[in-house]
Structure formats: C-alpha cells, structure tokens
Nanobody
C-alpha cells in the first residue's frame, strides 16, 4: 500500500521560500509519478508539479514555473517541493499524491497524503 506523508508547511512572508517534503513508501515499482497539489479555501484542488520516480522527469503548472522546483531523493524515498518567491495566492493546503500516469489532474492520483498548510502573508 502506497503511503505518503507531507511536512514542511508553515507561515512565510511574501517573497520568501519554503521547502515541502513528501515521504513516500509502499510502491510496487518505480513506474509512478509523485505530484504536488494545493487547495485554497473555496477553490478546487489544483496540480502544481509532478515528477517521475523512474527517470526524474518533471512537469509544472504554468502558475509556478520558474518559482517552484520538484525533486526527488529516491534513496530517502522523499520528494521535495522547493517554493521560492512565494505570493499571497500560493496560500493553500499542499498535498502530495501518487499516480501511475504523468498528469496534474487529481482524478488519476490514487494515493494521497494528509496535507500540509502553507500560509503566505502579504
């Protein structure tokens, strides 16, 4: 059973940085993608970035390109989301999730973490 646990959220001023971590375990193979999603109050959950556990290929939503970086340390079974130049509108609960497919659509992700709150003050 795939299990995911996020950490690293918190309060940060606009323009600052945070690094989120996703500890992942229980994968039957490396042929999975780990995605980061976020959900702000009153809004739909949206995909931010994803990375292949197999070859490290990454994919980003346009809203975070150039500011966020997704990376993985397979030896530690951990995926990171480095968030720089944070904006007030980045405030949300951030989730990591696992999928056999490369996508930023939450519907294709079959395992989810519990989420970690990111608050960006203006």
């Amino acid at each position: 059973e795939v299990q995911l646990v996020e950490s690293g959220g918190g309060l940060v001023q606009a323009g600052g940085s945070l690094r989120l971590s996703c500890a992942a375990s229980g994968f039957p193979s490396d042929d999975y993608y780990i995605g980061w999603f976020r959900q702000a109050p009153g809004k739909e959950r949206e995909g931010v970035a994803c990375i292949s556990r197999d070859d490290g290929h990454t994919y980003y939503d346009d809203s975070v390109k150039g500011r966020f970086t997704i990376s993985s340390d397979n030896a530690k079974n951990t995926v990171y989301l480095q968030m720089n130049s944070l904006k007030w509108e980045d405030t949300a609960v951030y989730y990591c999730a696992a999928s056999p497919w490369k996508s930023l659509l939450s519907e294709v992700y079959t395992a989810w973490g519990q989420g970690t709150q990111v608050l960006v003050s203006s």
